[in-house]
């Protein structure tokens, strides 16, 4: 089956939005989203279904295989790598595709997440000592480690916004790693900033639970981080 | 800007993260600048491990095994001043690690080890299969650290546009903000960690898309010298998905996979049957060679099967189950029940920008660390010795670089810079597939060499596709002037290997012309020769 992707342009931040549907006809059964937007770019003269030329459609990846969330984009109305996005899982043959709403766009699938790296700054998360890791927390922080902070759970967090007071999701991955590997006393700093922007500001909707592309459990990590940081409560497992 | 020592680090993978962290700690800041934040660098997508003798599994390891074993693996084609230095420092490197915090498997305390190929211990340091990215992670936390106390300053999104260099010495660099297009120009010591060449080869790779080589490109053009740029690993077990090679990771041979393929009708383990000792885990260059040579065999049906059904359940959930989940997600395969046919791919460019063991290029001021450089890794690398490279290569490149660093400055500056294009770059890819198999000749290294030249000559590339063609060209000179076969440099019309070429392939720009040269495999701590 052929495939219409119908991506919402922006050429700069400041410029007004369109969209426009280009042809696709995929070449294997594995390819993805990102598989396309390749393609119509590699093309001598891109054109759009009406045969408008246009221009190459700008996007951000780089392992093309889930591991570093470059290419996190709305697809159908879901955050999601499109470098994971089977064409073929798609039931429908026109695929509507559209940048993260939440972070500034720089220029059609592109969006600005510097905030997210930002936040991590601002919480203050690094090791302040040398790292204690029981092996039984090991596997904790191995998961905690997993995050690729591609900016898809807070796409659908209801109170994250870029620029409040509360961080969202995508910090706790690494609050939770630090915390795993410091007492708890010794990382009062981490605890307290945490508190305050990311505890105070979660209204537990788990918005974020099935949204992760990695798969990692963000409840368990937030129910740990929470346990950590807020209750001084021995980390889980 | 302050009146601080400051050097400029492009490339935030593993060698820059090392190198900004090490200038970090001396009290000297840099400005750390990378197309992509580090958690989009391809040191996340290492997977089996990192190499280092720390002897906690009962084999008496030692640093001179480890040494010796760099050595053979690389066909003797690395200093060994560089590689004694690297051996030496790898169990200390590793310890540092854990104490910043990555989740190696260890039990009570002790860091597992497991096998890998080329190394007869166990002595390669693996967080499951996710070891680049857990090593990533602490690394970006501990960068982090320095961050908020303005020693390291990140520019990311920002590219690499232009080397400047004077009289051999570096005078500054440009860079492009591919958010905002506006460009700044850094004076001071720089130091390239931009990874591989993975995107001289677009597609074909196991790497990422961002190291386009685009940066290597310019620095050749500005005048810095580059090594050994016929070895390019191709490893054995990867696999076709949609837009690259997928890597299957050394650690599932080193867990027990076995590879087979069905001869006569019966499933043939000529790894196991040819090299007894090391079987499966031979180097690499070798375990593809013999893969390309048995499936062309009459007797030898389908593909080469990577069979990874015996391995024990304790393997699959505690050591490789990231591995699993990729494969069946990619594949739909399930790999603890079915053997997967397997191929070998591009995944690592040995040849480099040439460094001496300070890590300092042919240009005074400019360094270079990590994939980018060539060193330690000769005509092979051995799995688990890159990331190892890169953290090492770039502390080593820091420490040199800070003993000259000065004050610097950054400028806006008005500039325009075109980007690579699409076509030009499948062209020259086409071209360079076409004489940089496995396995090369004289003839199609020679047509491939025409081929660029009228590339060259059409009028058809901008600045950039020009100088990509020409490090391009470096790529095929080199290969077609190394008249023997070693590691990953396979001459079919000189299949042996010969002491004249104990070398090293320096290749250079001389007047507009790729000017191949050998010398003497560096050891000197000056400028190299
Ligand atoms: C799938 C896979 C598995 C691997 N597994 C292992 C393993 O188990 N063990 C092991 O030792 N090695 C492994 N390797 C190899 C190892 O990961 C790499 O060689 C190593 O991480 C390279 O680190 P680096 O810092 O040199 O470069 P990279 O991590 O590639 O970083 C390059 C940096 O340069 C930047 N950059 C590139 N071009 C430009 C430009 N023009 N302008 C500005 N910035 C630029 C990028 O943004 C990036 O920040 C593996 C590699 C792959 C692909
Ligand atoms: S390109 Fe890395 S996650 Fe898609």
């Keep these: 089956m052929n495939y219409i992707l119908n991506i919402l342009r922006r050429r700069r931040g400041d410029a007004k939005s369109y969209r426009q549907r280009f042809l696709y006809e995929p070449v294997t059964e594995g390819d993805t989203i990102a598989t396309a937007l390749t393609e119509l770019n590699n093309r001598e003269v891109l054109a759009d279904t009406d045969g408008t030329p246009a221009e190459p459609v700008e996007w951000e990846c780089s392992c093309l295989q889930k591991k570093c969330g470059a290419c996190a984009m709305v697809i159908n109305g879901r955050p999601q790598l499109a470098c994971a996005a089977r064409l073929i899982d798609f039931s429908r043959q026109e695929i509507m595709i559209e940048p993260l709403r939440k972070f500034p766009v720089v220029c059609d699938l592109v969006v600005d997440r510097s905030i997210l790296f930002e936040n991590l700054k601002t919480l203050h998360l690094w090791l302040s000592r040398e790292a204690e890791l029981p092996d039984r927390y090991r596997e904790l922080a191995y998961q905690a480690s997993e995050c690729i902070q591609c900016g898809c759970c807070l796409e659908v967090c209801p109170n994250f916004c870029v620029n409040g007071r509360f961080f969202g999701m995508s910090s706790v991955p690494v609050t939770t790693r630090l915390l795993t590997e410091m007492p708890v006393n010794e990382a009062k700093e981490i605890a307290k900033l945490y508190a305050r922007h990311t505890f105070a500001g979660c209204g537990k909707s788990l918005a974020c639970k099935d949204i992760c592309p990695k798969g990692i459990d963000t409840e368990k990590l937030l129910v740990n981080a929470n346990a950590m940081a807020v209750w001084k409560r021995r980390k889980g497992k | ?529």
């Design chain 2, 1 to 529: 800007m302050s009146d601080m020592k400051t050097v400029n680090i492009i490339g935030a993978g593993l060698a820059g993260l090392s190198a900004a962290i090490t200038l970090a700690r001396a009290g000297v800041s840099s400005n750390l600048i990378s197309s992509q934040p580090s958690e989009r660098a391809q040191s996340v997508l290492a997977e089996g491990g990192i190499n280092a003798s720390l002897n906690t599994m009962g084999e008496h390891d030692t640093t001179t095994e480890h040494f010796a074993d760099t050595m053979k693996g690389g066909c003797f084609l690395s200093s060994e001043r560089a590689v004694g230095g690297l051996t030496e420092n790898a169990p200390s490197i590793v310890k540092e690690l854990a104490a910043l915090g990555v989740p190696f498997n260890a039990q009570n305390g002790r860091l597992l080890l497991r096998n890998f190929g080329g190394q007869k211990k166990k002595r390669t340091a693996h967080a499951k299969s996710s070891t680049g990215k857990m090593i990533m992670s602490a690394l970006i936390d501990e960068a982090r650290k320095y961050e908020a106390q303005g020693l390291i300053r990140r520019f990311p999104n920002h590219e690499l546009i232009c080397i400047d260099v004077h009289d051999n010495v570096l005078a500054n660099v440009t860079v492009r903000d591919n958010y905002s297009r506006k460009y700044l120009r850094f004076t001071g010591a720089a130091i390239l960690c931009t990874g591989g060449l993975n995107g001289f080869f677009e597609g074909m790779t196991t790497g990422t898309t961002q190291n386009t080589g685009s940066a290597a490109a310019i620095a050749f053009c500005a005048g810095a010298e580059f090594a050994n740029l016929e070895f390019i690993q191709y490893h054995p077990t990867t696999v076709s998905i949609s837009g690259k090679r997928m890597l299957i990771s050394e650690a599932a041979r080193g867990e027990g996979g076995r590879l087979f393929i069905m001869r006569n009708g019966k499933p043939w383990y000529f790894m196991e049957e040819k090299y007894p000792e090391l079987g499966n885990l031979m180097p690499r260059d070798v375990v593809s060679r013999e893969m390309t040579a048995v499936v062309s065999m009459p007797e030898c049906t389908g593909s080469v099967m990577l069979d990874l059904t015996g391995l024990s359940a304790d393997v699959w959930s505690g050591k490789l189950s990231d591995l699993r989940a990729e494969i069946m997600s990619y594949m739909n395969i399930d790999p603890k029940l079915s053997p997967i046919p397997v191929s070998p791919g591009i995944h690592y460019f040995m040849g480099g920008i040439r460094v001496n063991i300070r890590h300092e290029t042919s240009v005074k001021n400019l360094y270079a660390a990590g994939e980018a450089a060539c060193q330690y890794h000769g005509a092979n690398r051995l799995g688990g010795n890159s990331m190892l490279g890169a953290i090492y290569g770039g502390k080593v490149a820091a420490l040199s670089a800070l003993e000259t660093a000065a004050k610097a400055s950054i400028d806006s500056v008005n500039a325009k810079a075109e980007s690579s294009l699409p076509k030009n770059r499948t062209k020259l890819c086409c071209i360079l597939s076409s004489g940089l198999g496995m396995i090369r000749s004289e003839q199609p290294l020679i047509k491939a060499v025409a081929d660029l030249d009228e590339l060259l000559k059409s009028g058809t590339l901008n600045e950039i596709d020009r100088s990509r063609t020409l490090l391009g060209k470096a790529m095929l000179l080199s290969a077609l002037a190394r008249k023997e076969s070693r590691g990953a440099h396979t001459r079919s019309d000189y299949p042996h290997t010969s002491a004249d070429f104990q070398k090293t392939t320096v290749a250079g720009m001389h007047n507009g012309e790729v000017i191949i040269r050998f010398a003497a495999i560096d050891e000197s701590e000056g400028s190299p020769k």
